[in-house]
């Protein structure tokens, strides 16, 4: 299990970007606010994945 995850990294980076940059579309291009919460949510689960937590999250 641990071999495949580190041959396929590349393409977990990949899908996991490409999902995040669609939604990011789609919460931009529809008037609701409902679609920007969600992505707001998914953007903090980012955050903590890339432990971008206290000092060390962007401004």
Do not use: R
């Amino acid at each position: 299990m641990f071999t495949f995850i580190i041959n396929h990294f590349t393409d977990f980076i990949m899908a996991f970007t490409s999902i995040v940059t669609g939604a990011s579309a789609l919460a931009a291009l529809t008037p609701t606010d409902k679609d920007d919460k969600v992505m707001t949510k998914v953007k903090n689960v980012l955050d903590i994945c890339a432990l971008n937590v206290g000092n060390a999250k962007p401004a």
